[in-house]
């Protein structure tokens, strides 16, 4: 056999054997993360699970309609861990998204609150693209079922998920993000309205997990430099105050971010501003 046809027919061979490997290695897969330990589930696997079934969402807050899924509970998924300091998820997108969504709200479903379900896209039944995206919210979602039972909040519905881990709250880890001593009420409500909608895309005085947006303490805090009014266009509608190619932040309106919360917001981020540059991570 010539030389050429043999290199060539042991190349198709080579080929063909590494396909599927290949197409394994770019099955994608959630990483759970729990006390150091990690686990990779593709959806195959989850979908197989004996606890996977169909759910209804009346008012899926991605797809702003009603939607179904296969689904597994998260808190199966989770367990229970032992060490108490691990009380917060932090559930990781692929456009650099990450939420951190208290693990108490994911407990309280098994006694009467809200139900998180770990929702998963079969890829031979893939979901429709999102509302003004090319691509579904798969291959896997963070959905609740009544939540208005635990008060979730719209940015704990994280989608496009590659990984979820069980990590200390975000004060404990970044103390940057906590208010000076002696705070009044509004503004304790304004950081936990700041840790819920800002942190999973902005960080505070170097404190957070994100580099989606810009650090809204360093170098200067935002209310140094944009009016109360700017502040409260880009909540509501970003684009009403400026515009760039590359822009991904969406507005909050007035039913999931009602005036109150943005009130109290701004002033948690007033009240940031006035802690030394030593306390600021600087």
């Not at 997108?93 to 108490?104: N, S």
């Not at 004060?171 to 009420?185: D, F, T, V, Y």
């Not at 360093?218 to 684009?239: D, F, H, K, Q, S």
């Not at 932040?249 to 030593?278: E, H």
Request: proline letters at 8%; glycine letters at 8%.
């Amino acid at each position: 056999m010539p030389m050429r046809l043999l290199m060539t027919l042991l190349t198709a061979v080579a080929l063909t054997a590494g396909a599927p490997c290949a197409s394994r290695a770019a099955e994608p897969s959630l990483v759970i993360t729990k006390g150091g330990e990690s686990q990779h589930y593709t959806a195959a696997s989850l979908l197989a699970r004996a606890d996977a079934v169909s759910i209804s969402v009346p008012n899926d807050v991605s797809y702003r309609r009603s939607t179904t899924y296969r689904a597994v509970p998260l808190l199966a998924l989770l367990g229970r861990s032992n060490d108490s300091r691990l009380d917060t998820l932090e559930a990781k997108a692929t456009d650099g998204f990450i939420a951190q969504i208290p693990v108490e709200l994911v407990t309280r479903g098994a006694a009467g609150g809200a139900v998180a379900w770990l929702a998963i896209e079969d890829p031979a039944r893939p979901w429709e693209p999102l509302p003004h995206h090319t691509k579904s919210a798969g291959p896997f979602y963070l959905v609740w079922e009544n939540p208005q039972r635990s008060n979730i909040r719209s940015e704990q519905w994280p989608h496009w998920l590659v990984s979820l881990e069980l990590v200390e709250s975000p004060l404990h880890r970044w103390p940057q993000l906590e208010l000076p001593a002696g705070q009044a009420s509004a503004a304790r409500a304004g950081q936990k309205i700041f840790l819920s909608f800002c942190l999973p895309c902005h960080r505070l005085n170097g404190g957070g997990a994100s580099d989606t947006g810009p650090d809204l303490g360093e170098p200067m805090n935002a209310t140094e430099y944009l009016t109360e009014a700017g502040l409260r266009g880009i909540i509501r509608n970003p684009r009403s105050v400026r515009t760039w190619p590359n822009q991904t932040m969406g507005g909050f309106g007035s039913k999931t971010l009602p005036d109150a919360d943005v009130d109290n917001l701004l002033v948690y981020l007033r009240a940031m501003a006035t802690r030394p540059a030593a306390a600021r991570g600087k």
